[in-house]
Structure formats: C-alpha cells, structure tokens
C-alpha cells in the first residue's frame, strides 16, 4: 500500500509498474536472456503484489497498446526485407501456416454450437484466430534464438499479415451475411 496507495493522484502506480518493469527487462539483459521474458514477469508481478489496484492493468493496457506495441511492430516492420518475398516457398508456407491456426480455432469453436448457433460460433472462432501480436512476438523470439530459419521466420511474419486480413474479410462478409438473413 504503501508503494501503490489506494487514493494516487500523482499516477505513482503507472511510475512503479514501469520501474518494474525496466528493471526486470534490464536484468534480463545483464542475464543474457530473452528481454521479453522480462516484460511477461513484470506483467505477472505487479498484478500479484498489488491486486488492490484494479484499474491499474486498464491504464497500463492504454501505455502498452498507444505507445510499445506501435514501436514493436514499426520495429518488425522495418526488419522485414521485402526481397524476402520471392524466396522459394515463402508465400506458400505463410499460407500453410495460416490455414492451419484459422483451421484449429474453426474446429474448436464448433464446441460452442449449442450455445451460440452454427455462425456465431464460427465467427467466434475466425476473432479468435487472428493472434497479430503473439505470433509476431513468438516468431521473433524464436529468430533471435536461432530457433527458426529466415524463411521461417519471415513466413510467420508474413502469415500474421495474412491472416489479419483475410479473416477480418471473411468476418465482415458472415456478419453481413447473417445481418440479411435476420432480415
């Protein structure tokens, strides 16, 4: 409390979740270890130790999604070598890649037909299989590790982009599709 109290006018808990928060990036770099590490213990952190800030994660969710992510993906974007484009199998893999991770959440979200109908169900899986973010961060995690190839990696990139797109496409043209037949 005394470190986050209850009443903040001076925006102290926003101050100290970011102080956390470098501070455990920094020790992960001293630690030669992977810096997002640092920023998924700081995001478990500081909801433990201070649960009695429930607005907090919304304030934070403001910063991260208005200033970090942005930089993140300026970042990925500039390290993506559109020449990279006619690699041999490029296009086809990010393809492949994408038809498996919409097929997983189409079949999965057939689970819930009795509860939300056959479309609803199916646009319910086509929003959940558009993960931008965390397939872009876990496919440069894995780059930077040494874990994947360039194709590979860039595929996953390319994949994310892809599947964005298409599935916000395909989501707009069941929704009108359901919006007439209710008609």
Known sequence: MLLMPQKDNQEQDIRLSLGIFLLLVASMLYLDLELAFGAFLAGIFIPTFFEHKHELPEKLASFGFGFLIPIFFIHIGTAFDLSALA??????????????????????????????????????????????????????????????????YYAFILAALFQVISVMIIIKLINNYKLARSL
């Open 87 to 152: 690699l041999d199998g490029l296009i086809y893999k990010a393809f492949l890649i994408v038809l498996a991770m919409t097929s997983m959440r189409l079949i999965a979200s057939l689970v819930f037909i009795k509860n939300l109908g056959f479309i609803d169900s199916i646009l319910m899986g086509l929003s959940h299989s558009m993960p931008l973010t965390l397939l872009i961060a876990m496919a440069t995690l894995a780059f930077n590790a040494q874990s994947i190839d360039q194709l590979h």
